[in-house]
């Protein structure tokens, strides 16, 4: 049973983003509820990353209406994050950085750096923590911001292509990080383009196609046996 005060579901009432005449997100309807790690895939300007900003709160949508469950507290810490693509560090060390948005989030001085320690051992990053984020490599800056997320305990983490452009040994350890905050009980939404990482960090699939939610399912269904000939298109390749 959810908490009272928890912020999902978050539901979607048909919502559009609009750019001039152009839907980017096409009156999208949706309920996120807790438990399921959901991966939304979808061709290049299919309008996922979009999607996932606006229910960050990142963009504001054009019409429809985002509903949180409960309102997050106006001077707490957010109890929803984002980790971005290329994720925006701080010029400070490793465990700073940490720190820092711990501080933001109310967290009292003497509990602050325990806490950040503790967030980057949990992403394998402690033996980093006093080097400077810039120098770190792409994948342990992926890591770091994982870490930043983590220590605040979200209830809800979106991922915007966290893995893109990272090797397969960065990208492993990436993935690792998002299973086990799954496994403590935040809600997973991740975009990305690696049908490989859909199928092993995915329990649901949403699939987006010209700004229009085509197909939401488990995941073992999508990629076995897709409900339309769009899914199936982009699953052989040949959606643009």
């Given at each position: 049973?959810?908490?009272?005060?928890?912020?999902?579901?978050?539901?979607?009432?048909?919502?559009v983003f609009a750019v001039g005449e152009r839907r980017i997100i096409d009156r999208v309807?949706?309920?996120?509820?807790?438990?399921?790690?959901?991966?939304?895939?979808?061709?290049?300007?299919?309008?996922?990353?979009?999607?996932?900003?606006?229910?960050?709160?990142?963009?504001?949508?054009?019409?429809?209406?985002?509903?949180?469950?409960?309102?997050?507290?106006?001077?707490?810490?957010?109890?929803?994050?984002?980790?971005?693509?290329?994720?925006?560090?701080?010029?400070?060390?490793?465990?700073?950085?940490?720190?820092?948005?711990?501080a933001v989030g109310g967290v009292p001085r003497a509990l602050r750096m325990p806490r950040?320690?503790?967030?980057?051992?949990?992403?394998?990053?402690?033996?980093?923590?006093?080097?400077?984020?810039?120098?770190?490599?792409?994948?342990?800056?992926?890591?770091?911001?994982?870490?930043?997320?983590?220590?605040?305990?979200?209830?809800?983490?979106?991922?915007?292509?966290?893995?893109?452009?990272?090797?397969?040994?960065?990208?492993?350890?990436?993935?690792?990080?998002?299973?086990?905050?799954?496994?403590?009980?935040?809600?997973?939404?991740?975009?990305?383009?690696?049908?490989?990482?859909?199928?092993?960090?995915?329990?649901?699939?949403?699939?987006?196609?010209?700004?229009?939610?085509?197909?939401?399912?488990?995941?073992?269904?999508?990629?076995?046996?897709?409900?339309?000939?769009?899914?199936?298109?982009?699953?052989?390749?040949?959606?643009p």
């Open positions: 049973m959810r908490s009272p005060s928890s912020l999902l579901p978050l539901e979607l009432d048909r919502v309807s949706l309920l996120l509820e807790p438990g399921p790690r959901t991966v939304i895939v979808g061709s290049n300007g299919a309008g996922k990353s979009v999607l996932l900003r606006l229910c960050h709160g990142l963009l504001v949508p054009t019409s429809g209406t985002i509903r949180w469950a409960s309102l997050e507290p106006a001077h707490g810490p957010r109890r929803q994050a984002m980790v971005f693509q290329r994720p925006v560090l701080l010029r400070r060390t490793a465990v700073a950085n940490v720190a820092y948005a711990l950040a320690l503790d967030a980057l051992r949990r992403v394998g990053l402690e033996h980093l923590a006093h080097r400077h984020a810039r120098v770190l490599s792409g994948g342990e800056q992926q890591r770091l911001a994982l870490a930043r997320a983590w220590a605040l305990s979200p209830e809800v983490l979106f991922l915007d292509e966290p893995t893109a452009s990272l090797d397969p040994g960065a990208t492993q350890e990436i993935e690792k990080a998002i299973s086990a905050m799954h496994a403590s009980g935040t809600k997973i939404v991740l975009v990305t383009h690696n049908l490989g990482q859909a199928r092993r960090l995915g329990d649901e699939i949403l699939f987006m196609s010209r700004g229009r939610l085509a197909e939401r399912a488990a995941a073992d269904r999508f990629f076995k046996q897709p409900a339309s000939r769009e899914a199936e298109q982009f699953l052989e390749g040949e959606l």
